[in-house]
């Protein structure tokens, strides 16, 4: 079985903002363009014009209406991928060494030429994060767009995963969770970040924000100024208009 790094130098990882998330599945779509285009071996699709497609993707997008104690029902987006966890028991389930967590920056991989598709790692994880890949027989996981992030000949601005350079809303952060002073570590410790499934041990990265309370009311109108008449009477053709038709039958 393959061991785990008793500590890594990073913690590079994800951080979700649900408050802001609006479901578009945008993240989704350039997670599977990038790494059917450049990293391993393409993610595969089965027969998906027809009457029964299915597919690999290695980010998906669940959508839940959720109902708080007080205050009306909410919908929440949920975006989830691997959570390249601490003590990831996709690894250490793993029987030819394919799965690793790398040291360097905490990033759980596959080694697709040692894959040999047994799927114990899809058993072991306890979110559903890996997926078999049906053509390639291999199983396919997020990698952080290691392709991506350490990429010199890309602009720096696209050195993120492509999953956080897409992402119109703003909702997905990338960086190094295990430095305390890094923007996605203050980010979580200002919005109560929060680990899925605490209770697996699995000590997962990737945190998300969770979702602000839609009922409450608003400290003040940001329409109020535009509200506000302009003037007290009307002049020129608008006042001229208001005598106008004041002075029809029923008017003021």
């Known amino acids: 079985m393959t061991q785990l790094p008793t500590a890594t130098q990073k913690k590079l990882g994800l951080v979700i903002d649900l408050d802001t998330c609006v479901g578009c599945h945008a993240c989704v779509v350039s997670c599977k363009g990038w790494n059917t285009e450049n990293y391993g071996a393409p993610l595969s699709d089965q027969d998906p014009y027809g009457a029964d497609p299915s597919g690999t993707f290695l980010n998906r997008v669940h959508s839940y209406e959720v109902q708080p104690d007080e205050g009306h029902a909410q919908l929440v987006h949920f975006p989830k991928s691997c959570l390249h966890c601490e003590d990831a028991p996709c690894v250490t389930v793993c029987p030819t060494g394919a799965s690793y967590k790398r040291v360097e920056d905490g990033i759980v991989l596959v080694n697709e030429s040692d894959c040999i598709g047994c799927g114990l790692c899809a058993w072991a994880c306890p979110y559903g994060a890996r997926e078999m890949d049906v053509a390639e027989k291999v199983m396919k996981k997020c990698t952080l767009c290691v392709d991506r992030i350490y990429n010199d000949n890309l602009p720096e601005v696209d050195r993120v995963p492509a999953c956080v350079r897409t992402c119109p809303a703003g909702a997905r952060h990338f960086g190094d969770l295990g430095d305390p002073d890094s923007e996605v570590s203050q980010l979580v410790a200002e919005r109560g970040g929060f680990d899925l499934m605490p209770e697996m041990g699995t ?31 009307a002049k020129g053709f608008a006042g001229w208009l208001d005598k106008a038709l004041s002075a029809l039958p029923g008017g003021r």
């Not at 998300?208 to 003040?220: G, H, N, Q, V």
């Open 203 to 233: 000590k997962p990265v990737n945190q998300y924000l969770p979702p602000r309370p839609r009922d409450a009311e608003p400290e003040y109108d940001i329409l109020a100024p535009y509200l506000e008449p302009v003037a007290d009477t």
